[in-house]
């Protein structure tokens, strides 16, 4: 499984010029209920953790939109959405420190017509990266246009049900329902939401952490700063954590003891312990980490940014426990219409290394089927299904097909 996008965005982008133009307009950049309605609903799917709503542009699209509490700006990470928008004025500027390629650039788009039924979108811009640097559509397995965070949250009310895959859109004077919900404060700094959760690590110790509510963080829980010596697991896996607008993102994972929040206890969490190399950025709000989707994905969660406010009620599938891949393989979608599966990676001393699977092989079918009749979400469940299952896979690999049988296990 691609576990390598676990923080595969833009966590700690250093764009002072981008965000110095885009503050131009931060006075006026949110949605509104449109005055027809009280409530909205807005459907999404969750494709690999990863929150993604149906959005048109200057009435162009829909355009498929992943809905990131950790992004502070509205991202078009598709290059060519600059002409698909029909964009007239635009403004191009430089942005250093992205990865180790140099200067990249990005268009800064005026105040765009933001399409969602219900809303109403007003002085929200936007800044097109001239390079496709993320490949989340080859992450995702189907097209992924961009990343839409606070401007959508800062001024509304929004309860993502993840059991009917349903967002409930509000004003915050309307918002109803939350009695029975977990009360959670939180902070909103640098347009991000914070708060604190005691962690049970795996000696007992219980330490204090300032994390981020990061929708669009597909691991559970990341932490920053531990090592060895103050706490890190015995048992870890080397892992490639994703890429962040400064670079790739090494580390390892491992498992937590817990993880309290209110009254909610999670235990043996599936946590990611980025490098402290590749951790060390210099963040505008200090923090410890962050919350990701694979522990809201638990919940009913609401957030209510204007009232610092998050509300958990636990689904049905809180008890479940938590699993990482089994494979040790990572891979991507690729191809004119994203029905190829390519390893991009395999993890040394994995089930995978041992078959002999190597980087560039192509992935035909899975126990016989194809895997162009399957969804991206279906082969990431299979890879972290049950340790000792063998999967038949059929390879393509140096202009030949094989067939290797892979047994899972369970690393961590």
């Known amino acids: 499984m691609l576990a390598a996008l676990n923080i595969f965005t833009k966590k700690s982008i250093g764009l002072t010029a981008l965000l110095c133009f885009l503050k131009l307009f931060a006075w006026a950049q949110f949605f509104t209920v449109d005055s027809l309605h009280r409530n909205v609903s807005i459907p999404f799917k969750v494709v690999r953790n990863m929150v993604i709503?149906?959005?048109?542009?200057?009435?162009?699209?829909?355009?498929?939109?992943?809905?990131?509490?950790?992004?502070?700006?509205?991202?078009?990470?598709?290059?060519?959405?600059?002409?698909?928008?029909?964009?007239?004025?635009?403004?191009?500027?430089?942005?250093?420190?992205?990865?180790?390629?140099?200067?990249?650039?990005?268009?800064?788009?005026?105040?765009?017509?933001?399409?969602?039924?219900g809303l109403t979108s007003h002085g929200i811009p936007a800044a097109i990266l001239k390079s496709d640097y993320f490949n989340i559509s080859n992450y995702a397995g189907m097209p992924i246009h961009g990343l839409i965070g606070w401007d959508f949250f800062n001024n509304l009310a929004v309860k993502v049900t993840f059991s009917d895959s349903t967002l409930t859109v509000c004003r915050p004077k309307d918002l109803?329902?939350?009695?029975?919900?977990?009360?959670?404060?939180?902070?909103?700094?640098?347009?991000?939401?914070?708060?604190?959760?005691?962690?049970?690590?795996?000696?007992?110790?219980?330490?204090?952490?300032?994390?981020?509510?990061?929708?669009?963080?597909?691991?559970?829980?990341?932490?920053?700063n531990i090592t060895a010596v103050n706490g890190l697991p015995k048992t870890v896996i080397k892992a490639n954590l994703?890429?962040?607008?400064?670079?790739?993102?090494?580390?390892?994972?491992?498992?937590?003891?817990?993880?309290?929040?209110?009254?909610?206890?999670?235990?043996?969490?599936?946590?990611?312990?980025?490098?402290?190399?590749?951790?060390?950025?210099?963040?505008?709000?200090?923090?410890?980490?962050?919350?990701?989707?694979?522990?809201l994905k638990k919940f009913n969660v609401v957030f209510d940014y204007s009232n610092n406010a998050l509300y958990l009620k636990q689904n049905e599938t809180f008890a479940q426990p938590f699993e990482h891949d089994m494979?040790?393989?990572?891979?991507?979608?690729?191809g004119k219409n994203l029905n190829h599966l390519v390893i991009s990676r395999v993890e040394p001393g994995s089930p995978a290394e041992e078959v002999g699977l190597q980087r560039a092989d192509e992935i035909v079918s899975i126990n016989f089927r194809p895997v162009s009749r399957m969804t991206i979400e279906e082969i990431d469940s299979l890879l972290k299904s049950r340790t000792d299952r063998s999967l038949l896979l059929e390879i393509y690999h140096e202009k030949r097909y094989d067939k290797i049988i892979l047994t899972l296990k369970r690393r961590i």
Request: proline share 6%.
């Open 176 to 224: 109803r329902g939350v009695k029975r919900s977990q009360y959670i404060p939180i902070t909103i700094e640098g347009q991000k939401p914070y708060l604190e959760a005691m962690v049970t690590l795996n000696d007992g110790r219980q330490i204090k952490r300032k994390l981020v509510v990061d929708l669009g963080a597909g691991h559970p829980l990341s932490l920053e």
């Open 53 to 117: 709503i149906k959005m048109k542009v200057n009435d162009r699209g829909p355009f498929n939109f992943v809905l990131d509490t950790g992004v502070g700006l509205l991202i078009m990470t598709e290059p060519k959405m600059v002409d698909s928008i029909g964009l007239t004025v635009k403004r191009t500027i430089k942005i250093t420190g992205l990865g180790n390629d140099g200067d990249y650039e990005a268009t800064v788009t005026p105040p765009l017509d933001l399409g969602i039924p």
């Open 327 to 334: 494979s040790g393989i990572e891979y991507f979608s690729a």
């Open 242 to 295: 994703g890429v962040a607008l400064n670079g790739p993102i090494d580390g390892v994972v491992g498992r937590v003891s817990a993880l309290s929040l209110g009254k909610y206890k999670l235990k043996n969490v599936i946590t990611s312990f980025p490098d402290t190399d590749t951790a060390s950025i210099n963040y505008t709000v200090k923090r410890d980490g962050n919350l990701g989707i694979g522990i």
